[in-house]
């Protein structure tokens, strides 16, 4: 997979380090006009985007923070124009929709479920107290214990689904029950043979199912037994390397072992 540091600069053609005060964002080409993007803030999360045929831009999930948000719009518009963007939320913990704020002021419309509405409210101070208190670095802990959240402005039932089509692909967000998080979506691309299952999928080298305080460990396996991945080649996690159908299994498998 081809590697690629964003700074503020963004050249297209590229292994730059970052500003020393700039946690690392990374973009990693995982197949065909479809790039996984990592941010450390302090700890590495997986996002997507896929240039769908018509060359719409999708962005699944986002970096933990509105200034990283920019960055990879920044190079976004760099290397495919001013293309149609739109986004979408797996669920409400700040690794996933931290840079919503920035797609907003972007005019940048972001899909996400009721329930993900739902746990903002009732959850997400607790769930950005609760991450502030095991990070190390004053302003990052500053910036998660102050944390507003910006919802997604583009809400559909979790019982039906979302299929948003861009020519002839689609690109399928489906609800399957609670796991990590009690709102957490999968993102399927069957024409691409990518299957997004934000923290909901752990990676390869994970050895435990790590935070399930807003989710349901009993419930995870069961959720993903509900998964068709037939034909899926490309399962990426929440954080760590992208792998197979071999990581629904693995975690499967860590979810017998209990939390944290």
Not at 54 to 65: A, Q, S
Request: proline residues 4%; charged residues 25%; neutral net charge.
């Amino acid at each position: 997979m081809k590697k690629i540091i964003l700074i503020s600069c963004l050249a297209l053609a590229c292994s730059i380090a970052m500003a020393e005060d700039k946690p690392e964002l990374s973009i990693a080409e995982v197949t065909r006009n479809v790039y996984c993007v990592t941010h450390a803030y302090p700890w590495p999360a997986n996002s997507l985007i896929a240039v769908m045929d018509d060359k719409t831009v999708v962005i699944i999930d986002t970096p933990y923070t509105p200034d990283a948000m920019e960055e990879e719009l920044r190079w976004i518009r760099a290397r495919f124009g001013e293309a149609k963007i739109v986004a979408i939320n797996t669920h409400f913990h700040v690794d996933r929709l931290g840079g919503n704020a920035a797609l907003i002021r972007n005019g940048i419309p972001i899909y996400g479920s009721e329930l993900t509405i739902r746990a903002i409210k009732e959850r997400g101070k607790r769930s950005s107290d609760w991450t502030a208190s095991g990070v190390k670095n004053e302003e990052q802990r500053n910036y998660y214990a102050h944390f507003e959240y910006t919802p997604p402005d583009n809400v559909f039932d979790s019982r039906n689904g979302l299929t948003l089509r861009f020519g002839s692909e689609e690109v399928i967000v489906r609800y399957h029950g609670v796991g990590h998080s009690v709102d957490n979506l999968f993102v399927f691309l069957p024409s691409r043979k990518v299957l997004f299952g934000g923290c909901a999928i752990l990676s390869a080298g994970a050895t435990r199912p790590g935070n399930v305080a807003d989710g349901d460990i009993g419930e995870w396996k069961k959720t993903l037994d509900r998964i068709d991945v037939t034909g899926y080649t490309y399962i990426i996690p929440g954080h760590g390397k992208i792998g197979g159908t071999e990581l629904i299994e693995h975690t499967k498998e860590l979810c017998g072992r209990g939390g944290w």
